[in-house]
């Protein structure tokens, strides 16, 4: 039985570097971000901040979202995340919180 994903979006803290990743398990990927854990690449531009996720029901479609999102310029990233983050606000509290 195949799981779920999510595409997802890490930020600095000045928003000026974007990661977008694909993952099973959002809350203990964003849990390794933040200290530092798997990424020598958000480890390096300090890419600790969660804004943008999106769930989908089969990892494959996250997958073929991510691939999509890589090849966009920033602007259009930007604009679906601010679709869904206007502020640019980290949302890291709103994903541990549904792991409880």
């Known amino acids: 039985m195949e799981r779920g994903g999510y595409i997802y979006i890490m930020a600095n803290r000045i928003r000026s570097v974007l990661y977008v990743r694909v993952t099973s398990q959002l809350s203990i990927r964003v849990d390794n971000h933040k200290n ?34 890589k090849k966009w310029k920033r602007d259009w990233k930007m604009n679906v995340i601010r679709e869904l983050n206007p502020n640019l606000d980290d949302l890291s509290s709103i994903v541990f919180k549904e792991r409880l």
């Open 36 to 69: 530092g854990i798997g990424s020598q690449f958000t480890s390096k531009y300090k890419c600790i901040d969660l804004i943008y996720y999106k769930g989908f029901p089969f990892i494959v479609e996250a997958i073929k979202r991510e691939k999509q999102m």
